[in-house]
């Protein structure tokens, strides 16, 4: 069968989006490549987003190529399918584009993971695939019909039929990936990288999977949730293809990049730089300093809330105090050149208090952030707490919060974001 994988042209103008904006590797559609490749299909791969190219050519040539199944991701890679845009604009355009060329159309993404029916009525796909899909995808190429394949979403005469929960993949056996040499080489963004300026392209790599805690603030119940870890000899395969394409950094999209010896004894002297996000409460002092001599040269850190209190109303279940967690990050940055402590709004945490600890912090060459608004994403714990299960209205609903409850925003994030439905106009009728 032939099947048509598509990162589009993202855009983020006047959205809440927080992520980076910048390209990065469409990792969910490398990976399943893979694998229908290894199952005897024929896949064409294209990233509107990295190689710049608009919807239109893309729709093009992916009619010239007249796929059976075309596969679009509602969310710029795996890194940020946990702080997706919420909106589903740049999706839908693609489709629209696309215009009934692209044979069985698929989304793929944490929307529909989490509210499948309001994705199959936005984007008028005729699938949609709740949680990891790789395998799903290979299980749709090989001819099963949707509705027979669990993970998989379909409206019947407008009826939404769902079959089972979101799907986790086996992932641990994924294959290396080997990217386009013309990808690699226009990858100039090193991901969350402060202490020198990109002199050689960055990629993404992924060395596990899902994360052990359930933070209430963290959208990955319908996807990416279970931890795995990958098999080492994979990851180094793609590791070292990597860097004989010229790759000098790696960003490790890991949920949560968990204190690993053998993958960090590993890179030491392979000559990778690379970043990572984390706990820092999970790492004790001789492994920071192994963290440091694989070649760590960022670290993001979870810290959210300065408060004991405030990190257990979070459901951190951290067991360390405030200034336990301020002397790891000093002694981290002593082996790692950048290292940032994200905090997040709490209950609690009064802005002076705030102040003197980034002082503090900054003093030590430790970047902490101001604390930032956090969206009540539909697949997160806080939702949940706040209106139950997610419906076809969980986006919106979500959005509206969002909106109302905060007069600023994160420093990245546009000046005037739009309502929901204003950053849809494009979408099809709910």
């Keep these: 069968m032939k099947v048509a994988l598509l990162n589009p042209p993202w855009r983020f103008d006047q959205s809440i989006y927080f992520g980076c904006r910048e390209p990065h590797l469409p990792l969910e559609l490398g990976y399943t490549r893979a694998l229908l490749l290894a199952a005897g299909h024929d896949v064409l791969l294209l990233d509107g987003h ?10 093009d040539e992916v009619a010239a190529y007249a796929p059976d199944i075309t596969v679009v991701t509602t969310a710029p890679s795996y890194l940020f399918w946990r702080c997706a845009p919420p909106e589903l604009r740049v999706p839908r355009e693609m489709f629209a584009a696309l215009a009934g060329r692209g044979g069985m159309t698929v989304a793929v993404g944490p929307h529909g993971s989490s509210t499948p029916g309001a994705v199959l009525r936005k984007l008028g796909v005729d699938v949609v695939v709740r949680g990891e899909c790789e395998e799903v995808l290979v299980a749709l190429a090989a001819g099963t019909p949707p509705a027979d394949i669990a993970g998989c979403a379909v409206l019947d005469n407008g009826v939404l039929r769902v079959n089972g929960p979101p799907q986790a993949a086996t992932f641990t056996d994924l294959p290396a990936l080997r990217w386009p040499d013309a ?6 963004h090193h991901h969350h990288r402060f202490d020198a300026v990109p002199d050689c392209p960055g990629a993404e790599v992924e060395a596990s999977r899902g994360c052990p805690y359930s933070c209430t603030f963290c959208a990955k119940i319908d996807f990416r949730d279970g931890y795995r870890r990958r098999l080492l000899p994979l990851l180094l395969e793609e590791i070292d293809g990597l860097r004989e394409q010229g790759v000098g950094y790696l960003y490790f999209i890991d949920e949560i990049f968990l204190p690993n010896r053998p993958l960090l004894e590993a890179l030491v002297g392979r000559g990778m730089q690379f970043g990572v996000q984390t706990r820092i409460d999970l790492w004790k002092p001789e492994m920071i300093a192994l963290l440091g001599r694989a070649g760590c040269v960022s670290i993001e850190a979870g810290v959210e809330s300065l408060t004991e209190d405030g990190r257990a109303a979070l459901d951190k279940r951290c067991k360390l105090t405030t200034d336990e967690l301020a002397d790891l990050l000093i002694l981290a940055r002593r082996h790692v050149p950048f290292v940032q402590a994200n905090l997040i709004e709490s209950t609690g945490d009064d802005a002076a208090m705030v102040a003197r600890w980034r002082e503090r912090l900054q003093a030590q060459g430790v970047w902490a952030n101001d604390p930032v608004p956090l969206y009540p994403y539909p697949s997160s714990p806080d939702y949940r707490r706040l209106w139950g299960e997610p419906d076809e209205a969980a986006w919106e609903r979500a959005h509206a919060h969002y909106l109302a409850q905060f007069a600023r925003f ?8 739009l309502p929901l439905a204003a950053l849809e106009a494009a979408c099809l009728p709910a």
């Design 50 to 59: 990295l190689c710049g190219r608009d919807a239109a050519s893309l729709a």
């Design 410 to 417: 994160s420093d990245i994030q546009e000046n005037a974001p």
């Design 183 to 188: 990808w690699v080489r226009r990858h100039r």
